[in-house]
């Protein structure tokens, strides 16, 4: 039994931040690649990004680069999402995805609003 556990969403003026947390919890022994994924009403859940298992290796979606950054920590079984610089157009709920114990689990979604 395990599970992923997302905080850090609401509502900022544009040109702000935000930082997302997701956590996984439960029976875990082994934690693969973890990332982020956003989806707004009516379009497709695109990645956002992804870290490899030691946070070594991360790719992003190009609409984010230069402003948003993942983070692990490992220890604490935790992926962050860093945004910063905001735009209207991030608006979305964003999912965070890990791989445990060699399955895909999903975070329960937290919704992130930029306006004005």
């Known amino acids: 039994q395990v599970q992923l556990e997302e905080s850090g969403g609401g509502l900022v003026q544009p040109g702000g931040s935000l930082r997302l947390s997701c956590a996984a919890s439960?029976?875990?022994?082994?934690?693969?690649?973890m990332g982020w994924y956003r989806q707004a009403p009516g379009k497709q859940r695109e990645l956002v990004g992804v870290?490899?298992?030691?946070?070594?290796?991360?790719q992003y979606v190009d609409s984010v680069k230069g402003r948003f950054t993942i983070t692990r920590d490992n220890a604490r079984n935790t992926v962050y999402l860093q945004m910063n610089s905001l735009k209207p157009e991030d608006t979305a709920v964003y999912y965070c995805?890990?791989?445990?114990?060699?399955?895909?689990?999903w975070g329960q979604g937290t919704q992130v609003t930029v306006s004005s």
């Open positions: 995805n890990a791989v445990l114990n060699g399955g895909s689990y």
């Open positions: 439960g029976s875990i022994y082994s934690i693969g690649a």
């Open positions: 870290a490899s298992t030691s946070g070594n290796s991360k």
